[in-house]
């Protein structure tokens, strides 16, 4: 149980060079099977490790017994047990979907899942801010060669810009690096934590350059507003399982822009206090807006998807900005949420585009399709969701997020700019779904089976939202104990320092 | 040392910016290079600059920082991969769009299309 805290790490590392080695890399099934019991050990792993942050408190990991704030460590509190478990069950469904037919467009495709599931997870539970960038490159560059899988000119020029934007972005985070470990002489986010309140004043100007960088890597990732170009074009070319794992991409920026800039750069850092609030604010709320722009003007329900990412993205960027618990505590929820219903709604993309022959999932006049009602189901229900209507997750995030502006000055501009972005996607996507199912011309399409496989990955991953409003109570309890434990410097900071002095006895 | 040092990591940077905003894959695969070397450089100088300074235990009086050469390292091991990734990138691009711009397509220039436009009316 000791070792619990590394495991998300190892088993999809091991699992994925293990499926490079003869027994396991001769026939793909092998491969599958293979992957999908690893991938539901994860789950279990994540979901263990979960209980026992939540029950027993945050965990540290001391790798090689270095203690921090010189060693390398794992840090398992609630929010990162939490993305862990997220991520395993997301990657669980598109692994599911995957193992239908899209993992035979090239080779390797579930080692290069598992590298890229073992960076997401090392992002989520390192404590430090090189790892942190370690893992960035571990997951990038898996996604890299998951990206370009299958093949074909739309995917090799999605990459290229994807790639060429992603190692920009690698140099701009070593740039902040070097200069925050130059002014304030560790990389430890705890130690980090207690260092940035002593600098000295020509330093501060230093630091706050450096923390704004990250700002401006993490924006990247996450997909904030000037640096969102790259997302809509990638995620509509990657193929359906890959893009549903993208899900969780931007998420890691979003987490990222968490930890740094409520943990080291918040409320206590002194001078350098909330520096990135100030620029938050203006580019959650301009992402929100082009995020309802994207949506409205897509032509097919890929790109709607990836523009519905996108106002996501801008809904947590405008809670972290709020940087107040209860905000956090709902975007949290909303993370939940959104990660899962964003990853169904690109499979269902794919499953609609193979029905409808050659019209795909454009905005056209097709035939009928032959398994419409379905297909119709889970779409419904997935666009309830992510537009935010009663009585589904999406509603309850967004009421949450709404009921934690209560009494800021900005409540002005919150309110409308997310409630106009939910009317843009529910018109967006209404207009997808009456395309879709109702209009149809001459006789019906040629009868695509679906595989069960299918199914099951988008049920996994729809399951996700009623289960969320029904233990709604256990859950919000759960990111609100989450939520103060980032914002309370006592839990997030002087635990994690002290542990490891204690440990050292 | 200092105004030299700072000088050399300020240049690689502007070039390699420059490169990177160019439209050919061949000159941001350079700019990413050289931009790479520039950031090793500046890690490197993060832990302040020092003459005859050891960075391992019991090899002088006088230490250096080692934390950043070891980031460092780790850093040039990952460019390393990411450039090798994005020039088998780059080639693989110029085989699937039958040209080397990072759009896939070279975009006209604004010269023709005035003149075509002057032909037209």
């Known amino acids: 149980m000791q070792h619990l805290p590394i495991l998300p790490i190892l088993l999809p590392m091991l699992a994925g060079v293990l499926m490079l080695l003869p027994p396991l890399t001769n026939t793909i099934n092998r491969h599958r099977v293979f992957a999908v019991s690893v991938m539901t050990a994860l789950v279990v792993v994540s979901a263990m490790l979960l209980l026992s942050s939540h029950q027993q408190g945050t965990q540290m990991y001391v790798l090689g017994g270095w203690q921090p704030p010189f060693g390398i460590v794992l840090v398992a509190d609630r929010l990162s047990t939490m993305m862990v478990l997220l991520t395993s069950l997301l990657g669980l469904g598109a692994q599911l979907y995957a193992c239908a037919g899209d993992d035979k467009g090239g ?6 899942f598992m590298f890229q599931i073992m960076g997401v997870n090392g992002a989520f539970l390192t404590g430090d801010i090189f790892n942190l960038f370690v893992f960035f490159e571990v997951l990038l560059i898996a996604s890299y060669a998951l990206l370009i899988h299958g093949g074909g000119k739309q995917k090799t020029k999605a990459n290229v810009h994807y790639v060429i934007l992603n190692l920009v972005g690698s140099s701009i985070f070593l740039f902040a690096l070097g200069i925050l470990y130059g002014t304030i002489g560790s990389l430890n986010i705890a ?8 600098l000295g004043e020509h330093e501060q100007a230093l630091a706050k350059a450096g923390g704004l960088l990250l700002l401006v890597v993490f924006g990247l990732k996450a997909a904030l507003l000037p640096l969102h170009f790259w997302l809509p074009k990638t995620y509509a070319a990657a193929s359906a399982p890959v893009a549903a794992l993208f899900a969780i991409m ?4 979003i987490y990222s822009i968490l930890r740094v800039h409520t943990v080291i750069f918040g409320e206590d850092a002194g001078a350098l206090a909330s520096i990135a609030i100030p620029w938050l604010w203006p580019l959650a709320l301009l992402t929100l807006v082009i995020g309802a722009v994207g949506v409205l003007a897509s032509p097919n329900l890929r790109l709607t998807v990836a523009n519905l990412v996108i106002i996501s993205v801008g809904t947590l960027m405008v809670a972290i900005a709020m940087q107040r618990e209860s905000a956090t505590s ?3 929820y909303y993370m939940i949420h959104t990660t899962l219903v964003s990853g169904a709604l690109f499979l269902l993309a794919d499953l609609i585009s193979k029905q409808r022959g050659k019209a795909e999932d454009r905005y056209v006049v097709a035939r009928k399709m032959k398994r419409g009602t379905l297909i119709g189901i889970a779409f419904f229900i997935a666009a309830l969701t992510v537009v935010g209507m009663p009585p589904l997750s999406g509603f309850v995030g967004k009421t949450l997020l709404l009921q934690a502006t ?3 000055a900005e409540i002005a501009w919150v309110w409308p700019t997310i409630l106009i972005a939910g009317l843009a996607s529910l018109i967006a996507i209404s207009r997808a779904g009456t395309t879709i199912f109702w209009r149809h011309a001459g006789e019906s399409a040629i009868d695509e ?3 069960p496989l299918k199914i099951i990955a988008i049920a996994i991953l729809l399951a996700a939202s009623p289960l969320l409003v029904i233990f709604g109570g256990p859950i919000t309890e759960f990111t609100n104990l989450a939520a103060a434990q980032l914002h309370d410097t006592t839990q997030s900071v002087d635990a994690l320092l002290q542990g490891g002095m204690n440990n050292e006895n | 040392m200092e105004a030299v040092y700072a000088f050399c990591v300020g240049m690689l940077t502007t070039c390699g910016l420059f490169l990177v905003l160019r439209g050919r894959t061949f000159t941001v695969v350079m700019g990413l290079t050289l931009l790479s070397y520039a950031v090793n450089l500046f890690l490197f100088a ?25 980031l460092v390292l780790t850093a040039i091991v990952i460019g390393f991969a990411m450039t090798a990734f994005v020039v088998i990138l780059a080639m693989r691009s110029r085989a699937d769009q039958g040209n080397d711009h990072v759009d896939g397509q070279i975009p006209t220039r604004p010269n023709s299309i005035t003149a075509s436009s002057k032909r037209n009316s």
Request: proline fraction near 8%.
């Open chain 2, 46 to 70: 993060s832990g302040r600059l020092k003459l005859d300074g050891a960075a391992v235990l019991g090899q002088s009086t006088d230490y250096s920082d080692p934390l950043p050469q070891a």
């Open chain 1, 250 to 253: 931007t998420k890691v920026g």
């Open chain 1, 406 to 408: 209560q009494g800021m």
């Open chain 1, 449 to 451: 089976p679906i595989s």
């Open chain 1, 330 to 332: 709902a975007a949290l």
């Open chain 1, 191 to 198: 130690d980090m934590a207690v260092k940035v309140r002593l």
């Open chain 1, 107 to 112: 080779m390797y495709f579930h080692p290069l």
